[in-house]
């Protein structure tokens, strides 16, 4: 398995690719990776010649110096897993100075409404982080397609909405969550939680579960209270926000509309440590 750490070589190696009509997928990760991660490169590997996954801690998209410190590092490890289990597979891990220079700056990207609920009012600036990085792995990977979980639904919508703004051609395809024997969405900040915590933030997709089964008979705000105050109810985990909202715009939801499909979206910390999810309501 090849591994890359300089952009200017694995732009030969891509552009060779390109040369031979193969197609490109491109998986990117912050590694630490989990069987989430493997399931997109298994997604990409069905339809892709060649898959181009990314190890790289953007530190543009952190907007808490801590979380980006203790944010895993495993880059071993990754290679081991992925060598093991992929044959079509190359890795790009770059270093900061690789793709950054001397600039570790973000680029403002107008997102819209899209960047304005939820982590983009949450985490400030984390949306540019994102589109920052994702911009220029697209145009040193030039991939044809791009997988991204369902888990971070809002930064797939964001990212659908980067390849409109850059005008990059890549298809960006959403992949469904993956999930822990107790419903807990695979995320690479588990590794971080303690067996208790693990354990207990299976409360979130129950809870998630319980609110998709209350949106076909009550409000929306009534749903919301009954959220906080189950979390309320809990020692382990603070709710950060919970937010019912429509699954295109991101708006949260005011009077329910047939026509429109919505999601739930959750974000809780377990001592610092940060765990969102999601679930399609209708
Ligand atoms: O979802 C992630 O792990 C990151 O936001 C991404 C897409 C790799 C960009 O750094």
Not at 55 to 64: A, D, K, L, R
Not at 145 to 154: H, I, M, P, S, V
Not at 269 to 275: C, I, P, S
């Amino acid at each position: 398995m090849q591994v890359f750490y300089k952009k200017k070589e694995l732009i030969s190696f891509v552009n060779a690719q390109k040369e031979a009509a193969k197609i490109i997928g491109f998986v990117p990760t912050m590694g630490a990776l989990h069987e989430g991660h493997l399931s997109l490169i298994a997604e990409a590997e069905k339809t892709c010649n060649l898959v181009v996954v990314s190890i790289f801690v953007n530190p543009t998209q952190f907007n808490n110096a801590s979380d980006l410190k203790k944010y895993p590092r495993t880059l071993e490890n990754d290679l081991n897993l992925l060598e093991k289990q992929f044959d079509n597979c190359i890795i790009f891990a770059p270093s900061e100075n690789e793709i950054y220079e001397d600039d570790l700056r973000a680029e403002h990207f107008d997102f819209g409404a899209l960047a304005k609920q939820m982590e983009g009012k949450y985490r400030d600036g984390h949306f540019d982080g994102v589109g920052t990085i994702l911009k220029r792995l697209f145009s040193i990977i030039q991939p044809d397609k791009a997988f991204f979980g369902e888990k971070d639904y809002q930064q797939f919508c964001i990212v659908k909405k980067l390849v409109k703004i850059t005008g990059q051609p890549v298809e960006i395809i959403g992949c469904p969550i993956h999930r822990e024997a107790n419903g807990l969405a695979r995320s690479s900040r588990n590794k971080q939680l303690s067996e208790k915590e693990r354990e207990e933030a299976g409360l979130i997709f129950e809870t998630l579960k319980q609110v998709q089964e209350k949106f076909g008979t009550e409000s929306a705000s009534s749903i919301r209270n009954w959220v906080e105050e189950k979390f309320e109810a809990n020692n382990t985990l603070d709710l950060e926000y919970f937010e019912i909202a429509d699954a295109d715009s991101l708006e949260p939801i005011e009077e329910k509309n047939n026509k429109k499909k919505y999601r739930a979206f959750i974000a809780t910390y377990a001592n610092n440590v940060r765990l969102i999810d999601n679930i399609a309501l209708n």
